[in-house]
């Protein structure tokens, strides 16, 4: 259990919040709570997507980072455009480590940039010549390409380029898909909406005009899907292996390693499997009212939650993957076993805070625990109420959570709680490693992974073991000790 009680972790929060103005006070005062189990929904003690306050800081991704860097830019066979100036689009590429196969600028183009590169007079004049233009170009250089998405940044939405009209006009003259998504980096209060826009995207333009195409596929009763699943450092193939193994045939995945091809066969599925709740449920749900094609999370991160996760989808079919679920469950346990011995004694009761996007804030948590380390602090970036109802009960009681945190709340609940360990994203890393705190980077598992499946967890073990006992950490002072030394050489 975390050291803190339930009144030590309220006081906490108000002596964080003391620091705003009244009404910036209020505001905050609704993202931030202290867990309770047997709360039933999350609204009643914790707001969310709502709009970050000025002059606050925030760690949010915009619209445009939702759709071209999470969703449509894993698809790796399709040419993904940034439509306005350069720097959104190359702040965009490459930056998530989404692995894939095949060859760079032939077949595949995660890590390419394709940029209308907007300047002055394309804003006074508009860029839909130029788009056009660049289309084509794109076609003469990469005529293996499966197609293309464009995806509109601020500017677009403000001088209004129909994007719609560009996109119509080449499909029909390349013969290929062209898709525009107007997710423009303003809309919305975060990167949440632009993963709703892209899903929205694919429903329209890939998949309800996929349902006239017969493309041969031959569909069998064990065919699944892997969705929302990025392929960060390969974790999309760590879980495949195990769900083949079981008996199942993955007929797509992505968008990490994904392809055009796959996203139009995915309502032909059994069974979507999801991993992201928070960026591809939308899609989910709509194959599963249009097409009768079931959903259902799941969560691959440590040896707990994957067992809890096969048997959940094994019972989604017959005996014959029931069993195989259980052969799977019994090949892995000498492995994973080893990995517990070896490691859970060098991290034990371990205090970990978390503060990342997408699903790590929960799934996480219960790799953790194999390990014997405690979470006593999570919180999402741009999360729904119905991430924080999934959350609730993944924490213990009396432990803090915080929605949306700013940079001056996450420090000063740090300096508080003293964790062994943080979990979050590159913006904070140097701030808490300068601090003396031992830090991972679970965006993209600080350039390691995969971290899903058993493979991955022997991995994520080595990882946080690494971290914390680097003997490097004695050689840095964290403020609050470095404030005691002070005051206890002051009294000397």
Not at 325 to 331: D, F, H
């Amino acid at each position: 259990m975390s050291n803190l009680t339930k009144t030590e972790t309220e006081a906490l929060i108000q002596e964080v919040l003391e620091v705003y103005p009244e009404t910036a006070r209020k505001d905050r005062a609704k993202h931030l709570t202290i867990n309770d189990q047997d709360i039933e929904k999350s609204s009643k003690c914790i707001t969310s997507n709502r709009k970050s306050l000025p002059g606050v800081m925030t760690v949010r991704g915009c619209a445009y980072a939702g759709s071209r860097g999470v969703v449509w830019g894993p698809v790796k066979d399709m040419i993904h455009v940034s439509h306005g100036p350069v720097g959104c689009g190359q702040y965009s590429r490459a930056g998530r480590r989404n692995y894939y196969v095949g060859t760079t600028g032939i077949n595949t183009f995660t890590t390419m940039n394709f940029t209308s590169d907007f300047q002055e007079k394309d804003i006074v004049f508009g860029g839909d010549k130029k788009l056009d233009k660049l289309m084509d170009e794109v076609e003469m250089l990469f005529p293996l390409s499966k197609g293309s998405s464009i995806q509109s940044e601020c500017p677009i939405g403000l001088i209004g380029d129909d994007i719609e009209a560009v996109a119509k006009k080449k499909a029909a003259e390349h013969n290929k898909p062209m898709v525009p998504v107007r997710c423009e980096g303003f809309r919305g209060v975060s990167q949440s909406l632009g993963h709703h826009i892209a899903n929205d995207a694919i429903r329209d333009w890939v998949m309800d005009p996929a349902e006239s195409k017969d493309n041969g596929f031959e569909p069998t009763d064990y065919d699944v899907t892997i969705i929302g699943d990025y392929n960060i450092g390969g974790d999309a193939w760590a879980s495949r292996i195990l769900l083949e193994e079981m008996g199942l045939r993955v007929i797509a995945q992505w968008s990490g390693d994904g392809t055009l091809a796959e996203m139009e066969n995915t309502p032909k599925a059994k069974l979507n499997l999801l991993h992201c709740y928070r960026s591809m449920n939308y899609v989910s749900r709509h194959m599963e009212e249009k097409y009768g094609v079931p959903w259902m999370e799941y969560n691959f991160f440590g040896p707990t939650k994957i067992e809890e996760a096969l048997r959940n989808i094994a019972d989604r079919f017959d005996d014959r993957i029931r069993e195989g679920a259980e052969r799977v469950i019994a090949k892995y346990k000498p492995e994973w076993q080893a990995v517990v011995d070896k490691y859970r004694p060098r991290l034990e009761g371990k205090k970990v805070m978390l503060y990342v996007g997408g699903l790590r804030p929960r799934h996480i948590i219960g790799a953790y625990e194999d390990l014997g380390m405690e979470v006593v602090g999570t919180g999402y970036e741009f999360a729904h109420n119905d991430d924080y109802d999934r959350t609730i009960q993944e924490m213990s009681n009396a432990t803090l959570i915080y929605d949306d945190v700013t940079g001056y709340e996450f420090e000063e609940f740090v300096k508080k709680i003293k964790p062994d360990l943080i979990g979050s994203g590159i913006k904070e890393k140097y701030i808490f490693q300068k601090m003396g705190i031992p830090f991972r980077q679970m965006h993209s598992w600080d350039y390691s992974g995969p971290y899903h499946g058993y493979d991955g967890f022997a991995i994520f073990a080595r990882d946080m073991d690494m971290t914390l006992n680097n003997p490097c950490w004695n050689s840095l002072t964290p403020p609050w000790k470095k404030a005691s030394e002070d005051i206890a050489a002051a009294a000397e």
